[in-house]
């Protein structure tokens, strides 16, 4: 088991001042990384200043939204080279071949940018179109030819749900994801894990307390969020989707004992009113969900507390920014609008404001204080 990372809550004072700082003009610090992995180069970050202090629930980034989509990026690499705080997979359990697929609307075949790579400059070449493992190796080449990046959250929205009864379920999944990350993910037993020594009971608990490292101390790390699929979520036969299976398997890892196994947050996935985790009848669910996810125009619609969410230190992923009035074009918008609209989900206490700018680094290298 890795040594838990210290713990550090960000001063309310330099919050403050971070937060009047940014009224007045962002300041801009600071690189993505080196740039002799990427023949294109590597875009540099956008950050306000101290933001490495702050706990990773006290800033809100940039993340784009279906990376491994070849009509974004010809190679996964160059959406990390963006400087992107979150990158998307959607992902297929293909139990014929026992696969892991990764595609938007085939269950049976890789359609993606990640390909075969052990080194940087593999990470621009070859064949694409490879499985869900591939994708991780190209995440874990790239960040360790990029030192200090940023903390990186992965997305994987599960597109038809798990398949355990074929083997391809929430323990083959974290197999899979411990295989090819390794020591850089950032998991549930991590942030259960006491500064001192013990654990907090669950994730809520320890989230509630603010046992979130700082960015600084997570730089390098991947957190890794799962949530159910538009497929999963419209099916009728379908009673068990994702995001309670895999908390059901959390629960009673913690339970066994194994809670360091888990490679996965769950998160609660689409905006409600008051507390979501109500949606799941057994309550004995509800505190392994911090990570929450919807649209950000029904989160920022008026009848939603987003500053809830913000004072437990959950994490709260906003999607589609663009939509958020007035919509702004969803592939190419004005850097100053887009970065506007940055600082407007991070007043609205958002984590990651998700979106399709593939070709604004400027924006997904920018991290601000959250609220």
Sequence with gaps: MSKPLPRHRFPVALRTALAGALAAGLVLVGTAGSQAASPAGTAGTAKAAGTDALPLSGATSSGLHNTYDPAAFKYLAQALDTGTSMIELDVWDDFITKEWKVSHSNPLGNSNNCVNASTPAQLYSGGANKDLESCLDNVRVWLAA????APLMIKLEMKAGFQAHFGLGPAQLDQAISAHLGSAVFRPADLLAKPGGGQYATLDEAATAGNWPTRAQLAGKVILEIIPGTVEENNPTDTLWTDKEYAT???????AGRTAQAQVFPAVHNAQTG??????ADA???PWFVIFDGDATTYLNGSIDTAWYDARHYLLVMTDAHKVAPALDDKNPSPADAQARIALLAKSHATIASNDWTAL??????????G
């Design 146 to 149: 990029h030192p200090g990046h």
């Design 284 to 286: 004995s669910l509800r």
């Design 275 to 280: 507390d979501p985790r109500t949606r799941y």
């Design 361 to 370: 680094p400027q924006v997904q290298g920018l991290t601000l204080p959250r």
């Design 249 to 255: 398997y959390l629960r009673d890892l913690h339970t």
